[in-house]
């Protein structure tokens, strides 16, 4: 993996140390699912043959599962473990701690991208729900219809979701004057409380209930019938197994290889039922690498890592998209509430307009070594080799201890850009479905994308230059948009150099302080790796179902769309083998 070892630690959230006591709450327990069962214990389980294998038990893999084993007998592998008991998965105060910890057990994988923009991956049963932000928002209709999805159904599967683990926030007074903001700065109309995507400012829903503790996809096995679902935990899964049928030119999936945490070797097999199938479900990064790791992919990739070719697919990870984040700091006269995302301006220029406010940590957080964010340990891997240095990690401390004290005091205002339009794509570095593979998204290469960041930065000036936020800042502050700017070129840490120009050109701004915002996807697109019913081109008895599929991201946030997908297509697949009358 590539680590640069050395003295001291340094913990890139520091400033998280000011801290929130819990209120005493007690959400530890899991509701009421299917057993959690460790990898290892698959020798001892009586051996069976499966109607469904679905590789991933994140956003989209949960529903997905619990759907499918109304009528069918599932098994579920997830490389993660449980987010029960993880207080820093939990609750909402250690939304920051989660996500940057990189320790044995960690939900979190971080990589680099080779633009140099330090992202996250989920590694835990629920996925992506578990280390998120919380906002939940629908993709509007006309990606509905782009998809081709059924709009009744649709229609049907949101609320299955709703239902069962989203609630509305109670607005914390960031989010408040962001929304005021956004009005006087002419985002309108003001949509209320809505799940809907529409032109305006909203307030969403979210994963975090009334006392700040996180419901995610892995709630949603509660829906399960618990006689035809098992779940396996720390089971990573090293390949899918293929044979040709008798009278069949394509190959056909009929089981996967996996380790256990222990190191132990496992398979598991499909039944001879016509209609089985192996279901990837392992997100933006793991779907099209474990195809590729399986023998599914551009034959000189596979190649070069003496795998041997199953199929030969030019598009497998190609395509990856992550939509660019900028940021603006906003000092406040007092240190504001901690809020994540709650409201949002939908601007009809592809521009999304978020904010987040404050930091904290309960008194019960799990203290964590940082891995990736500490001062000279680096898990560099995805970085191109010359690139790999102790000195990068050296920068990127040195840039972390530059932050202006007034960080303390302070909120942010997000401009995400919709689509987008610039593409990438994701290679192997090895053959270890652990390690991370090497991921280019080349943020801005589409001079669209560049326009709408610009414009975003122009909105969040007006929003700042508002009446609502000039109760929120200092009165002798003088923070010109310039200063605010150079302060947020500080913020915003990622690996790409920067230059002088950074806060008098919003497009150099735009290019030297993208960060993530952890909304990626492709890899597996429609039409070029899976068909419209998410089957593998070219192959029998495997689907691919997840974000990876997407050539843009749906609405302001994807959680919702995805979570939606799982479930959308358990029914379709359900109603595939038994017709109208599936029951679910």
Same mark, same amino acid.
């Given at each position: ?275 089985? =199938?192996? &279901?990837?479900?392992?997100?933006? %990064?793991? @779907? ?5 790791? $399986?023998? +599914?992919? *551009? /034959? ?63 008194? =019960?957080? &799990?203290?964590?070594?940082?891995? %990736?964010? @500490? ?5 560099? $891997?995805? +970085?191109? *080799? /010359? ?198």
């Amino acid at each position: 993996m590539g680590l640069i070892s050395g003295g001291v630690f340094f913990k890139i959230l520091a400033f998280l140390c000011f801290i929130r006591l819990s209120q005493g709450r007690n959400h530890s327990a899991s509701p009421d699912l299917p057993p959690l069962r460790k990898a290892s214990s698959f020798s001892k389980i009586q051996h069976e043959a499966y109607d469904y294998i679905i590789v991933g038990g994140g956003t989209a893999g949960c529903p997905l599962a619990a759907t499918l084993s109304k009528k069918y007998k599932v098994l579920l592998l997830e490389r993660g473990g449980s987010p029960y008991g993880n207080r820093n998965i939990s609750y909402l105060e250690n939304f920051h701690i989660c996500l940057t910890d990189q320790s044995k057990n960690s939900p979190s994988q971080g990589f680099i991208s080779t633009d140099g923009v330090i992202n996250a991956r989920a590694k835990v049963l629920g996925g992506g729900t578990c280390i998120n932000a919380g906002f939940y928002s629908r993709a509007n209709r006309r990606f509905v219809q782009d998809a081709g999805w059924d709009e009744e159904l649709v229609n049907q599967s949101y609320p299955w979701v709703e239902e069962r683990i989203v609630y509305w926030p109670k607005i914390a007074p960031w989010q408040a004057a962001l929304r005021d903001g956004l009005l006087e700065a002419g985002v309108s109309p003001y949509n209320g409380y809505t799940y809907d995507h529409l032109f305006g400012t909203k307030v969403g829903g979210t994963i975090f209930d009334e006392a700040g503790y996180r419901h995610t996809a892995a709630d949603l096995l509660a829906a399960a019938n618990p006689n035809n679902l098992k779940v396996l935990l720390h089971a990573s899964v090293n390949k899918i197994m293929f044979k040709t049928r008798h009278g069949h030119q394509k190959q056909s999936a009929i089981g996967v290889q996996f380790t256990d945490e222990n190191g132990g070797h496992h398979q598991a097999f499909l039944s001879q039922k016509r209609g089985s =199938e192996i &279901i990837v479900s392992a997100g933006a %990064i793991g @779907s099209p690498q474990l195809l590729l790791i $399986s023998g +599914i992919g *551009p /034959k000189s990739e596979l190649k070069k890592h003496n795998i041997p070719i199953v199929l030969h697919n030019e598009h497998v990870g190609k395509g990856m998209s992550d939509n660019p984040l900028s940021s603006v700091f906003i000092p406040t006269k007092d240190p504001p509430k901690q809020s994540l995302i709650e409201t949002v301006g939908i601007t009809d220029d592809g521009v999304f307009i978020e904010a987040s406010s404050g930091f904290g940590q309960t008194g =019960e957080s &799990i203290h964590c070594h940082h891995g %990736i964010m @500490s001062a000279e340990i680096g898990q560099l $891997s995805t +970085i191109p *080799p /010359k690139e790999r240095s102790l000195e990068a990690v050296r920068k990127y401390v040195r840039n972390k201890n530059s932050l202006p004290k007034e960080v303390f005091h302070g909120g942010f205002i997000l401009s995400k850009i919709d689509g987008p339009l610039s593409t990438g794509n994701l290679v192997l570095v090895d053959t270890d479905p652990n390690s991370n593979p090497k991921v280019t998204f080349n943020y801005f290469n589409h001079p669209q994308d560049l326009r709408r960041c610009v414009y975003g930065i122009k909105t969040i000036e007006r929003i700042v230059s508002t009446n609502t936020f000039s109760n929120f800042t200092p009165k002798d502050g003088g923070y010109s948009m310039e200063k605010l700017l150079n302060m947020s070129v500080a913020a915003n840490i990622n690996l790409i150099p920067k230059h002088t120009n950074d806060s008098t050109s919003l497009e150099q701004f735009c290019r030297d302080t993208v960060v993530t915002i952890w909304h990626y996807h492709g890899g597996c697109h429609v039409g070029k790796v899976v068909d419209q019913q998410y089957k593998v081109i070219g192959a029998s008895g495997l689907r691919v179902i997840d974000g990876s599929t997407l050539s843009r991201s749906p609405g302001t946030n994807p959680q919702a769309t995805v979570m939606m997908m799982g479930r959308y297509m358990g029914v379709k697949i359900l109603r595939e083998r038994l017709g109208r009358a599936a029951g679910v």
